[in-house]
């Protein structure tokens, strides 16, 4: 009652709060027309006066209730677009009205373009040269409709303090609407527009570097035309757009004139200008549904999270305990298999919906989100290393975990015969695939991630389908299990092996570790996971057992040192990092490929599998560990390792939501170039060449 009463009590307070820690905002306060009361806005000064850039950041707020919109600077076939009339502002030399990336809308036929629900437009108020103090004095003229519409003005003034103290939130918000503003176009440039007067058609054809997967495309309007809801042609980094242009004018003639493109895909927002010729069209091509595609890359990439070295031991637990429940040949009955398999799926499947239903709730929240950021946490990597230590101490025979017999019996008695921890196995396989950013799964993932909830949902789906596919195939057929070798002492082998598979996870997930235990405790840990399972082994069989294990170990490394002496022409490489890594720096690439320079970027982590396989197998090879130490390669580095917002903006800004991530810039490719997530040394080499 008490826990009730309290989550009672902080339900009804917070809003208060909410309201509290507004009620210094220096604004006009929320407006409303009295004769349109859906629909309130105000203005607020974000922070101080920016010296550097000489303007006052401000944020001109709407809020529309229900299923009011109101409209883009280009607002459609339908509206006018809102206007900001500044002239009685005192001491004011402009005002700069940025517009965040706006909504397609369709009603009865008719397309607009605009926002619902909210919309934060922000401002940037240049004062006159030598004011002492400023006043932004305004007219919001604001049009707002669902079925009918209301054209509302909204008198606004808010004195500017020039020494307005910094608000974290305030500032926060004024980052936030800034991002959803488009920016110079730098990935996307125009290849042509084409304008078929006959039949009233424009063709924008645009290229994207990093390619095309979900795009939107909109069009600012000129005088007498209005631009329709666009088709869309894509293959690979091309895009062909097709517009009917409405218009009043019979005689419309758009040769040579400029037009701004906004171009919206996958967390890509950029503007670019460029000019119309006329010409003939030809029938538009019918693209291939890219979601299609971005499915079939989730799936696969969920299928290859499967034999990741940490995740491929639980697929082998599961086999195991199957056999050795003896369940095909104590009862002959498939289903006695088909169950546990298909309830280990069930758990792989909701662990990603899961997922998804988090990436939902931080995205709404305006969370920076990354595939693999939980393992920046070291209370997550300490707790799965405490659940595979203990899994893998157990198959040594250390100990036996024991239910309590009371739950013992509720579970057994229970419909499924206890199919709850069949659930959790499934789940914990889930998390340790997490780190990994195996091939085709970042693609899947960085659209997930860009996507409308529907798309996010569709894509995690299929990353569970994916991973669970092993699960289901041996339960679709159940045979496969039962050519496996009867049980025996061949088992108790076999769970060593588990176990040592096990136990390189753990010491894994321990190395993890070492920036927050540091080095003593690290390798004192490291020791007793060593020594624990030896000690085990003497326990279990004897210093006899001992030297057999010894000897074994010694065989395998005996064989292991010949094949690798009989093919070192072909893995020889330097096998320390002693490259001359940087700091990663956007704003110094552009200096660098400015001044002649490669810039070789590499963002990774040490909870990245894939990242280390990248530099074991490409990057501290020759001939790509030579060509990264020319003169002329500047190498940058991006340490994931641990929460970076840097580093995650950067990501985001190239529209990944994993790692490992590595691009090549310069002369070249002033724009760099995105590298695939499992390097090779043609691509590699390829790319630096094409830098030059």
Request: hydrophobic share 50%; proline share 6%.
């Amino acid at each position: 009652m008490i826990r009730i009463f309290t989550l009672f009590m902080v339900l009804l307070c917070a809003p208060l709060a909410l309201f509290a820690a507004g009620s210094d905002v220096q604004g006009t306060g929320w407006q409303q027309a009295p004769e349109h009361p859906p629909v309130q806005v105000r203005v607020i000064q974000a922070g101080p006066y920016d010296a550097a850039n000489n303007y006052y950041p401000a944020l001109l707020q709407v809020r529309l209730s229900d299923d009011w919109k109101t409209y883009w600077r280009s607002p459609g076939e339908g509206g006018i677009a809102p206007r900001l009339n500044w002239e009685s502002s005192d001491n004011l030399q402009s005002v700069n009205w940025q517009w965040p990336v706006p909504e397609r809308f369709s009603l009865l036929g008719v397309e607009t373009q605009g926002y619902k629900h909210e919309v934060d437009f922000p401002l940037q108020l240049t004062p006159t040269t030598g004011a002492q103090s400023s006043t932004f004095n305004a007219k919001l003229t604001l049009p707002s409709c669902t079925t009918i519409c209301v054209l509302s003005d909204y008198q606004l003034q808010l004195p500017l303090d020039p020494n307005l103290a910094m608000d974290e939130q305030l500032n926060h918000d004024y980052q936030q609407a800034v991002a959803r503003v488009p920016r110079a176009a730098s990935l996307v440039s125009s290849q042509s527009l084409i304008w078929d007067a006959a039949n009233k058609q424009l063709e924008i054809n645009l290229h994207n570097e990093r390619g095309w997967l979900q795009p939107a495309i909109y069009i600012d309007e000129l005088d007498e035309a209005i631009f329709s809801q666009p088709k869309f042609s894509i293959n690979d980094e091309l895009l062909q757009v097709r517009f009917i242009v409405n218009s009043w004018d019979d005689e419309l003639n758009l040769d040579q004139q400029a037009v701004v493109i906004t171009a919206i895909d996958d967390g890509l927002a950029e503007e670019l200008t460029a000019s119309i010729r006329a010409g003939n069209l030809a029938p538009m091509s019918e693209a291939m549904p890219s979601l299609a595609w971005v499915l079939l890359y989730a799936v696969l990439g969920g299928l290859i999270l499967n034999i990741m070295p940490c995740v491929l031991p639980v697929l082998g637990l599961k086999l195991n305990s199957l056999v050795l429940g003896q369940r095909i040949q104590a009862s002959g009955l498939p289903s006695s298999v088909r169950a546990p398999l298909l309830w280990s799926a069930f758990g792989i499947m909701l662990s990603f919906w899961l997922l998804a239903a988090f990436m939902l709730v931080l995205t709404w929240s305006g969370a920076q989100l990354g595939w693999g950021i939980q393992f920046q946490q070291p209370a997550f990597i300490g707790f799965m290393l405490l659940i595979t230590a203990l899994f893998s101490l157990n198959l040594f025979g250390l100990f036996e975990l024991r239910l309590p017999t009371a739950l013992n019996t509720w579970l057994a008695t229970r419909p499924g015969n206890g199919n709850g921890g069949h659930v959790l196995q499934g789940m914990f396989a889930t998390l340790l695939a997490t780190p990994c950013s195996a091939p085709f799964l970042g693609t899947a993932v960085a659209v997930a991630l860009a996507s409308s909830p529907v798309v996010l949902i569709a894509i995690f789906t299929g990353l569970g389908l994916g991973m669970a596919l092993p699960w289901l195939l041996l339960a679709l057929f159940p045979g496969v299990i039962r050519a496996l070798p009867k049980p025996g002492m061949w088992m108790e082998k076999v769970k060593w092996l588990f176990g040592l598979m096990l136990l390189a996870t753990s010491l894994w997930l321990l190395s993890l570790l070492s920036y927050t235990l540091g080095s003593g405790i690290t390798w004192a840990l490291a020791a007793l996971l060593i020594v624990l399972p030896i000690w085990s082994l003497i326990r279990q069989y004897g210093a006899r057992g001992l030297m057999f294990g010894l000897a074994g170990l010694l065989l395998l490394g005996a064989v292991g040192g010949i094949g690798a002496l009989a093919t070192q022409s072909h893995w020889v490489s330097p096998i320390e990092d002693n490259l001359n890594w940087q700091p990663l720096d956007a704003d110094r690439i552009v200096t660098e490929v400015a001044a002649g320079k490669r810039v070789f970027v590499d963002v990774t982590a040490d909870w990245c599998i894939t990242c280390q396989a990248n530099k074991v197998g490409v990057t501290l090879r020759d001939p790509v560990y030579s060509a990264l130490q020319a003169d002329d390669v500047v190498l940058m580095r991006g340490d994931w390792t641990r929460p970076d917002a840097a580093i995650t903006n950067y990501l985001h800004a190239n529209q990944r939501a994993g790692i490992p991530f590595n691009q090549v810039f310069g002369p070249g490719l002033p724009r760099g170039k995105a590298l695939e997530v499992l390097l090779t040394t043609n691509k590699v080499m390829s790319a630096l060449d094409e830098a030059k």
